[in-house]
């Protein structure tokens, strides 16, 4: 196997990101790894770094709904292969993450050796899933594939700013982060709202929590 030389660790928990680095450099003994802990850092981190080998993201960090961190890394770095890395064990989630083209998906409480196994059949092109999840009985959420095709569609700048408005930020304050005039923001929002077929700030919010992964424990709930 030819052994990375790139990983970046998403996760917004500090002794999680301490515990998986470690875990990593004992697989991979001279890899360079690379820190996110909110979407936003992993997005400008990724652009940094389009040579990476792996990325192991977490689902649930700030400014991210759902597989909407996995949407971005997937339509725009697409050579790059992306683990999810989840404390949640739902066969239902992990099944989804597949369906959103991640490349593997590891419960937290994994032991060593199946983070080793998942590492290595992914850098090799292959996917991992536990064995949980390949003996799911999966129905693909039709609603979430089509809103993942949409997000996919925004640039890198429109998806920066619509992360920014789920977390409930007005134009004014999106252009004075992102250091660009009002009139641009209102622009990209104005495109997100085509793109997403939607015609307001709470509609665009709502459309893209269709990627929460809630969404599949309350389908399994209901049923």
């Known amino acids: 196997m030819q052994l990375a030389k790139k990983i970046i660790i998403a996760d917004d928990h500090p002794l999680f990101r301490t515990a998986m680095q ?59 292969p992306v683990i999810v890395v989840s404390a949640c064990e739902d066969p239902a989630i992990m099944c989804q993450a597949i369906d959103h083209e991640a490349s593997g998906y590891i419960a937290k409480s994994s032991p060593l050796e199946s983070i080793a196994e998942a590492i290595e059949l992914v850098l090799q092109g292959d996917i991992y899933l536990p064995e949980d999840a390949r003996r799911h009985q999966h129905q693909p959420d039709q609603q979430a594939l089509d ?22 930020m007005l134009n004014k304050q999106i252009a004075y982060d992102l250091e660009v005039s009002e009139a641009t923001i209102k622009a990209h929002v104005t495109a997100i709202f085509r793109k997403l077929g939607v015609r307001t700030r709470t509609q665009a919010v709502i459309a893209v929590q269709a990627l929460d992964i809630e969404r599949p424990d309350a389908q399994i709930a209901q049923g």
Do not use: C, N
């Open 22 to 80: 470690q875990a990593v450099k004992q697989l991979v003994p001279d890899v360079t790894i690379e820190q996110a802990e909110s979407l936003p850092e992993l997005q400008q981190l990724v652009e940094q770094h389009k040579d990476a080998d792996l990325v192991l993201l977490d689902l649930q960090m700030p400014g991210a709904h759902g597989y909407s961190g996995l949407v971005f890394l997937r339509s725009h770095f697409p050579e790059i």
């Open 147 to 168: 809103m993942a095709e949409r997000l996919a569609s925004l640039t890198p700048q429109q998806f920066r700013v619509l992360t920014m408005m789920t977390e409930g």
